[in-house]
């Protein structure tokens, strides 16, 4: 077996593979929000499927930055046209982190900045903000500023936000929202987080 046939394996290679197609192609807006765990890692699944599909895509992170994660490296092994670029200075307030309130917010509006300017370049299919709605919640970035750029993307980009605290205005706009609901963590069994798992 090639290494190429050990990465997907179908059990049962008789049955037809059909591939749909939708009549009407529409850009959603997905929304990733709640306590629970999962919310990078959905949008994650959905950068993969993504590249699976050829589609060109964005991942800025406006949170992270300061400790390293496994989508970092894991990328750039997928044979796909996916760039992630985290802006952020760490969790505001929270973890020991040292960097004052006003660097966070500078931070978190080059993210934004960088956001619009992917956004309006037209070039993607799907742009990931992650942890945005943990940046308003903040008001390391305003309310106002994320409503005009979910209001200003292209017809057919797909735009996800995840991070927990999301706004009632941004829920409103989405196609799509989710609330990760948390029932057990290992985090509050004082399990610290794991790779490949948490980070």
């Known amino acids: 077996m090639t290494y190429d046939e050990r990465k997907m394996t179908r059990l049962n290679p008789q049955l037809p593979m059909t591939t749909l197609a939708p009549k009407k192609r529409i850009g959603l807006v997905v929304v990733l929000t709640g306590y629970g765990k ?15 599909h050829g589609m ?24 796909c ?17 040292p960097y004052p309130r006003a660097s966070h917010r500078e ?16 070039g993607y299919d799907l742009i990931v903000l992650d942890e945005i709605n943990n940046a308003i919640h903040l008001k390391l970035v305003d309310l106002e500023q994320a ?23 941004i829920i409103a706009l989405a196609d799509t ?9 290992a985090y509050r ?3 610290e987080p794991q790779p490949g798992v948490d980070f």
């Open 56 to 79: 060109k895509v964005c991942v800025i992170q406006f949170m992270k930055g300061d400790i390293f994660t496994g989508e970092w490296e894991g990328v750039k092994k997928l044979d």
């Open 107 to 122: 931070a978190a509006q080059r993210a934004l900045g960088l956001a619009k300017e992917r956004i309006g370049s037209n």
């Open 81 to 97: 046209d996916v760039e992630i670029v985290a802006t952020g200075m760490g969790f505001c307030g929270i973890q020991g982190n």
């Open 147 to 169: 409503v005009e750029l979910i209001r200003g993307k292209p017809r057919l980009l797909h735009l996800i936000l995840t991070g927990r605290d999301a706004a009632p205005e």
């Open 38 to 52: 999962g919310k990078t890692s959905s949008a994650m699944g959905m950068v993969l499927r993504a590249c699976g």
């Open 177 to 185: 929202a989710s609330e990760v609901q948390e029932i057990v963590h």
């Open 189 to 191: 069994k004082d399990i």
